[in-house]
């Protein structure tokens, strides 16, 4: 069974910097790209970031370019959002998500639960 | 960055009842629209991908269409655990972008 399970959300101050990560199991997850998605409260979804298999190629929303970075380990099973320069309009639920694999069109099969990222002094 | 607009933002519905949803691309998109239903608390989950594939494990009652910049969600016959929100999402071209989403309520 294929899971996504996130970690690493709190309260943090304005200013301040916050690593989540998701640990992925039940499937070969260096095979995959990987993909981060928010959403803020009573809000809708919107897309963070993206990485491809080995990491070496990554994607941003302009709201958080240069201030987010998105990496992974695969040895680790595991994908990480380094969090920076964090805003109060950061606050929001934080997905990790599964972009399926083969071919186009794509689209997101396997979600975590969420962590809570509160931004706030 | 592709805009997509749902329609209406939130309805009102009864069980039984059909239900359409609209979701409008800013630019031509084929079929690359996936659909996906999410409950309060709860994560996202996939029911239609590539416009009218629908996902493994979901109910016939559930159905998309369209091509091009306009789709529409439907559900032939609402059950009680069809009460969600329900978003549309390209995957054309980075970056994926989402609808407003439209609340299916009581």
């Known amino acids: 069974e294929v899971q996504l399970v996130e970690s690493g959300g709190g309260l943090v101050q304005p200013g301040g910097s916050l690593r989540l990560s998701c640990a992925a199991s039940g499937f070969t997850f260096s095979s995959y790209w990987m993909h981060w998605v928010r959403q803020a409260p009573g809000k809708g979804l919107v897309w963070v970031s993206r990485i491809n298999t080995d990491g070496s190629t990554t994607s941003y929303a302009d709201s958080v370019k240069g201030r987010f970075t998105i990496s992974r380990d695969n040895a680790k099973n595991t994908l990480y959002l380094q969090m920076n320069s964090l805003r109060a309009e950061d606050t929001a639920v934080y997905y990790c998500s599964r972009k399926t694999a083969g071919t ?5 099969d396997s979600w975590g639960q969420g962590t809570l990222v509160t931004v706030s002094s | 960055d592709i805009q997509m607009t749902q329609s209406p933002s939130s309805l009102s519905a009864s069980v039984g009842d059909r239900v359409t949803i609209t979701c409008r691309a800013s ?13 309060p608390g709860k994560a996202p989950n996939l029911l239609i991908y590539a416009a009218s594939s629908l996902q493994s494990g979901v109910p016939s009652r559930f159905s998309g269409s369209g ?5 529409t969600l439907t559900v032939s016959s609402l059950q009680p ?15 994926w972008t989402f609808g407003q989403g439209t609340a299916v309520e009581f």
């Open chain 2, 27 to 39: 630019q031509t998109i084929s079929n690359y629209l996936n659909w996906y239903q999410q409950k």
């Open chain 1, 104 to 108: 186009s069109p794509y689209y997101f």
């Open chain 2, 67 to 71: 091509s091009g910049t306009d789709f």
């Open chain 2, 81 to 95: 655990e069809d009460f969600a929100t329900y978003y549309c999402q390209q995957s054309y071209t980075t970056p």
